[in-house]
């Protein structure tokens, strides 16, 4: 969330489990779905942080690279 001139870490109150390492190709589209609780404290501007890396199986001691999506707001 875009709070005074700062980002600041928003993690949703609820969690859906399991993860996997998925490969992805360059120049490919690839599309991510998720879902916003409706609470006044998910009103402003944000943006979504992707962690990858440039191995199909990184160890704890890789380094992740980020990305981040465009700016978009939620109102109420």
Do not use: A, Q
């Amino acid at each position: 969330m875009y709070n005074n001139n700062t980002w600041e870490s928003v993690i949703c109150s609820f969690l859906i489990e399991g993860s996997k390492i998925v490969s992805i190709r360059p120049n490919k589209t690839y599309y991510l779905n998720g879902c916003i609780p409706h609470e006044d404290t998910f009103i402003g501007k944000f943006r979504i942080r992707i962690n990858y890396y440039n191995k199909i199986e990184p160890t704890t001691i890789d380094t992740s690279f980020k990305d981040y999506s465009n700016t978009f707001t939620i109102t109420d």
